[in-house]
Protein backbone atom coordinates (compact mmCIF):
# COMPACT_ATOMS: atom_id res chain seq x y z
CA UNK A 1 0.00 0.00 0.00
CA UNK A 2 1.92 3.64 -1.25
CA UNK A 3 1.64 6.62 0.35
CA UNK A 4 2.41 9.89 -1.94
CA UNK A 5 0.01 12.07 -0.33
CA UNK A 6 2.17 14.80 1.31
CA UNK A 7 5.69 16.60 -0.23
CA UNK A 8 9.20 14.94 0.77
CA UNK A 9 10.53 16.67 3.03
CA UNK A 10 13.64 18.99 2.54
CA UNK A 11 16.64 17.38 3.35
CA UNK A 12 14.56 13.91 3.50
CA UNK A 13 15.05 13.31 -0.80
CA UNK A 14 17.20 10.00 -1.66
CA UNK A 15 20.93 10.07 -1.63
CA UNK A 16 22.18 8.70 -5.23
CA UNK A 17 26.32 9.33 -5.42
CA UNK A 18 27.85 8.38 -8.54
CA UNK A 19 31.19 6.34 -8.09
CA UNK A 20 32.94 3.49 -9.10
CA UNK A 21 31.62 -0.29 -10.46
CA UNK A 22 31.29 -1.33 -6.45
CA UNK A 23 27.77 0.33 -5.36
CA UNK A 24 26.37 0.06 -1.64
CA UNK A 25 23.14 0.33 -1.01
CA UNK A 26 22.38 1.87 2.38
CA UNK A 27 19.37 2.22 4.22
CA UNK A 28 18.14 4.53 6.93
CA UNK A 29 15.92 3.18 9.56
CA UNK A 30 12.46 2.76 10.65
CA UNK A 31 10.93 6.91 10.78
CA UNK A 32 14.01 8.46 10.06
CA UNK A 33 15.34 9.69 6.28
CA UNK A 34 18.63 9.04 4.33
CA UNK A 35 19.52 12.48 6.07
CA UNK A 36 20.65 9.58 9.21
CA UNK A 37 22.92 8.76 6.37
CA UNK A 38 24.20 11.03 4.46
CA UNK A 39 27.75 12.12 5.98
CA UNK A 40 28.41 7.67 5.62
CA UNK A 41 27.04 7.65 2.53
CA UNK A 42 29.27 10.69 1.00
CA UNK A 43 32.29 9.28 2.77
CA UNK A 44 31.98 6.11 0.97
CA UNK A 45 31.12 8.01 -2.08
CA UNK A 46 35.09 10.17 -1.44
CA UNK A 47 36.40 6.44 -1.02
CA UNK A 48 35.48 5.55 -4.41
CA UNK A 49 32.02 3.51 -4.37
CA UNK A 50 28.32 4.23 -5.85
CA UNK A 51 26.13 5.20 -3.65
CA UNK A 52 22.62 4.54 -3.13
CA UNK A 53 20.28 5.27 -0.07
CA UNK A 54 16.66 5.42 -0.81
CA UNK A 55 14.13 7.20 1.36
CA UNK A 56 11.98 4.41 2.53
CA UNK A 57 8.29 4.32 1.32
CA UNK A 58 5.90 6.36 3.89
CA UNK A 59 9.20 8.29 5.37
CA UNK A 60 10.32 11.35 5.27
CA UNK A 61 7.29 13.21 4.46
CA UNK A 62 4.18 13.02 7.06
CA UNK A 63 3.57 10.42 9.87
CA UNK A 64 0.30 9.42 8.24
CA UNK A 65 2.19 8.45 4.97
CA UNK A 66 4.03 5.90 7.07
CA UNK A 67 0.56 4.64 8.85
CA UNK A 68 -0.55 3.53 5.34
CA UNK A 69 2.65 1.42 4.47
CA UNK A 70 3.48 -2.55 4.88
CA UNK A 71 6.48 -4.05 5.49
CA UNK A 72 6.35 -5.30 2.16
CA UNK A 73 6.94 -2.08 0.76
CA UNK A 74 10.21 -1.39 2.40
CA UNK A 75 11.32 -4.78 1.09
CA UNK A 76 10.39 -3.76 -2.43
CA UNK A 77 12.45 -0.85 -1.79
CA UNK A 78 15.45 -2.12 -0.58
CA UNK A 79 15.09 -4.89 -3.27
CA UNK A 80 14.44 -1.90 -6.35
CA UNK A 81 17.49 -0.13 -5.09
CA UNK A 82 19.52 -3.20 -5.22
CA UNK A 83 18.28 -3.70 -8.54
CA UNK A 84 19.26 -0.05 -9.89
CA UNK A 85 23.02 -0.70 -8.58
CA UNK A 86 23.01 -4.29 -10.40
CA UNK A 87 22.66 -2.73 -13.50
CA UNK A 88 25.36 -0.09 -13.45
CA UNK A 89 28.01 -1.84 -10.75
CA UNK A 90 29.91 -5.28 -11.55
CA UNK A 91 29.40 -6.23 -7.58
CA UNK A 92 26.56 -4.86 -4.82
CA UNK A 93 26.97 -4.65 -1.06
CA UNK A 94 24.04 -4.08 1.01
CA UNK A 95 23.36 -2.01 4.04
CA UNK A 96 21.18 -0.59 6.73
CA UNK A 97 20.82 0.76 10.26
CA UNK A 98 18.31 -0.80 13.09
CA UNK A 99 15.33 -1.61 10.59
CA UNK A 100 17.43 -0.79 7.63
CA UNK A 101 19.63 -3.19 8.65
CA UNK A 102 16.69 -5.95 8.94
CA UNK A 103 15.87 -5.08 4.81
CA UNK A 104 19.65 -5.28 4.17
CA UNK A 105 19.34 -8.67 5.36
CA UNK A 106 16.38 -9.39 3.53
CA UNK A 107 17.73 -8.12 0.55
CA UNK A 108 20.83 -10.73 1.23
CA UNK A 109 18.58 -13.50 1.92
CA UNK A 110 16.96 -12.97 -1.35
CA UNK A 111 19.20 -12.12 -3.79
CA UNK A 112 21.85 -14.42 -4.26
CA UNK A 113 24.20 -11.63 -6.51
CA UNK A 114 25.15 -9.46 -3.29
CA UNK A 115 28.19 -9.46 -2.77
CA UNK A 116 28.01 -8.60 0.88
CA UNK A 117 25.49 -7.25 3.47
CA UNK A 118 26.61 -5.07 6.51
CA UNK A 119 24.29 -3.81 9.34
CA UNK A 120 24.56 -1.34 11.92
CA UNK A 121 22.17 -2.43 15.17
CA UNK A 122 19.69 -4.60 13.09
CA UNK A 123 16.09 -4.58 14.61
CA UNK A 124 15.29 -8.33 14.64
CA UNK A 125 13.34 -8.69 18.38
CA UNK A 126 12.66 -5.78 19.87
CA UNK A 127 10.23 -6.23 23.03
CA UNK A 128 9.20 -3.10 23.91
CA UNK A 129 7.41 -2.60 20.59
CA UNK A 130 6.08 -6.01 21.13
CA UNK A 131 4.53 -4.86 23.84
CA UNK A 132 3.27 -1.45 23.02
CA UNK A 133 1.83 -2.50 19.67
CA UNK A 134 0.02 -5.74 21.26
CA UNK A 135 -1.54 -3.25 24.09
CA UNK A 136 -2.33 -0.72 21.51
CA UNK A 137 -2.39 -1.74 17.86
CA UNK A 138 -3.41 1.58 16.00
CA UNK A 139 -3.51 5.15 16.48
CA UNK A 140 0.15 7.53 16.93
CA UNK A 141 2.44 8.23 19.90
CA UNK A 142 4.80 10.89 20.42
CA UNK A 143 8.46 10.23 19.73
CA UNK A 144 11.19 10.63 22.41
CA UNK A 145 13.84 11.61 20.33
CA UNK A 146 16.75 10.18 18.29
CA UNK A 147 19.38 7.96 20.69
CA UNK A 148 22.60 9.48 20.02
CA UNK A 149 25.02 9.95 22.47
CA UNK A 150 27.14 13.13 20.28
CA UNK A 151 25.22 16.52 21.83
CA UNK A 152 23.04 18.94 19.53
CA UNK A 153 22.89 16.31 16.43
CA UNK A 154 19.69 16.65 14.74
CA UNK A 155 18.25 14.04 12.65
CA UNK A 156 14.62 14.37 10.39
CA UNK A 157 12.22 11.95 11.84
CA UNK A 158 8.67 12.01 12.78
CA UNK A 159 7.53 13.42 16.30
CA UNK A 160 4.83 11.44 15.98
CA UNK A 161 5.14 7.51 15.53
CA UNK A 162 2.31 5.33 14.30
CA UNK A 163 1.40 2.09 16.20
CA UNK A 164 0.42 0.18 13.07
CA UNK A 165 3.50 0.94 11.23
CA UNK A 166 5.65 -0.12 14.22
CA UNK A 167 3.69 -3.35 14.30
CA UNK A 168 5.08 -4.01 10.49
CA UNK A 169 8.44 -3.44 11.84
CA UNK A 170 7.68 -6.30 14.66
CA UNK A 171 6.63 -8.37 11.62
CA UNK A 172 9.44 -7.67 9.58
CA UNK A 173 11.65 -8.57 12.30
CA UNK A 174 10.49 -11.89 12.84
CA UNK A 175 9.93 -12.71 9.55
CA UNK A 176 13.91 -11.67 8.69
CA UNK A 177 14.70 -14.00 11.49
CA UNK A 178 13.17 -16.41 9.80
CA UNK A 179 15.36 -15.75 6.76
CA UNK A 180 18.86 -15.67 8.44
CA UNK A 181 19.96 -19.07 7.89
CA UNK A 182 19.89 -18.12 4.18
CA UNK A 183 22.14 -15.59 4.38
CA UNK A 184 25.54 -16.57 2.74
CA UNK A 185 27.06 -13.62 1.78
CA UNK A 186 30.39 -12.11 3.96
CA UNK A 187 28.55 -10.13 6.79
CA UNK A 188 29.74 -7.29 9.16
CA UNK A 189 27.72 -7.03 11.69
CA UNK A 190 28.39 -3.59 13.87
CA UNK A 191 26.63 -2.95 17.34
CA UNK A 192 26.69 -0.21 19.79
CA UNK A 193 27.79 -1.10 22.92
CA UNK A 194 24.78 0.82 24.42
CA UNK A 195 21.41 1.02 22.36
CA UNK A 196 18.42 1.85 24.27
CA UNK A 197 16.25 1.41 21.02
CA UNK A 198 17.40 -2.33 19.92
CA UNK A 199 19.16 -4.54 22.10
CA UNK A 200 22.59 -5.12 21.37
CA UNK A 201 21.79 -9.39 21.24
CA UNK A 202 19.85 -8.87 18.30
CA UNK A 203 22.91 -8.66 16.51
CA UNK A 204 24.08 -11.02 18.30
CA UNK A 205 21.14 -13.20 17.03
CA UNK A 206 22.02 -11.92 13.48
CA UNK A 207 25.54 -12.73 13.57
CA UNK A 208 25.33 -16.50 15.26
CA UNK A 209 22.02 -17.45 12.68
CA UNK A 210 23.50 -16.55 9.26
CA UNK A 211 25.33 -18.63 6.98
CA UNK A 212 28.01 -16.68 6.33
CA UNK A 213 31.39 -18.32 6.41
CA UNK A 214 32.74 -15.14 6.28
CA UNK A 215 31.68 -13.04 8.55
CA UNK A 216 32.55 -10.27 11.71
CA UNK A 217 31.83 -8.41 14.34
CA UNK A 218 32.54 -5.15 15.01
CA UNK A 219 31.64 -3.35 18.40
CA UNK A 220 30.77 0.26 18.57
CA UNK A 221 32.02 1.03 22.04
CA UNK A 222 30.82 5.39 21.98
CA UNK A 223 27.74 5.43 20.09
CA UNK A 224 24.12 4.54 20.55
CA UNK A 225 21.80 3.07 18.46
CA UNK A 226 21.54 5.76 15.17
CA UNK A 227 25.42 4.75 15.25
CA UNK A 228 25.95 7.37 11.28
CA UNK A 229 25.49 10.41 13.33
CA UNK A 230 27.23 9.43 16.18
CA UNK A 231 30.88 9.59 18.00
CA UNK A 232 31.72 6.60 15.41
CA UNK A 233 30.03 7.47 12.42
CA UNK A 234 33.77 7.32 10.92
CA UNK A 235 34.78 3.86 12.52
CA UNK A 236 31.81 2.95 10.50
CA UNK A 237 32.98 4.35 7.69
CA UNK A 238 36.26 2.55 7.97
CA UNK A 239 34.93 -0.80 9.05
CA UNK A 240 32.79 -0.64 5.71
CA UNK A 241 35.56 0.15 3.50
CA UNK A 242 38.01 -2.44 5.19
CA UNK A 243 35.46 -5.25 5.10
CA UNK A 244 34.43 -4.52 1.48
CA UNK A 245 37.89 -4.49 -0.19
CA UNK A 246 38.90 -7.59 1.94
CA UNK A 247 35.64 -9.05 0.23
CA UNK A 248 35.00 -7.16 -3.02
CA UNK A 249 36.44 -9.04 -6.38
CA UNK A 250 35.51 -5.81 -7.89
CA UNK A 251 37.73 -2.44 -8.83
CA UNK A 252 36.44 0.03 -6.35
CA UNK A 253 37.48 3.08 -8.56
CA UNK A 254 35.55 3.99 -12.19
CA UNK A 255 37.85 3.03 -14.95
CA UNK A 256 38.59 6.46 -16.60
Known sequence: MNAHKYHVLKGAESIYIEGG???IVLSHGFIGTPQSVEVVAEKLADAGYTVY?????????????????????WIEDILDACHVLHQVCSSVYVAGQSMGGAL????AARLPWIAGVLTINAAIDVPWMKRLTNKQPLGFIQEG?????MPDVYEIAYEQVSLRAMKELVLLGRETKALLNKVNCPAEVLVSEVDHVVPPNNSGVVFESISSPLKNKTILRNSYHVATMDYDQQKIVQTFTNWIEKTNRSPVKALI
Request: charge should be negative.
Open 21 to 23: KTG
Open 53 to 73: APRLTGHGTHPVDLDNTTRAD
Open 104 to 107: ALQA
Open 145 to 149: GADIA
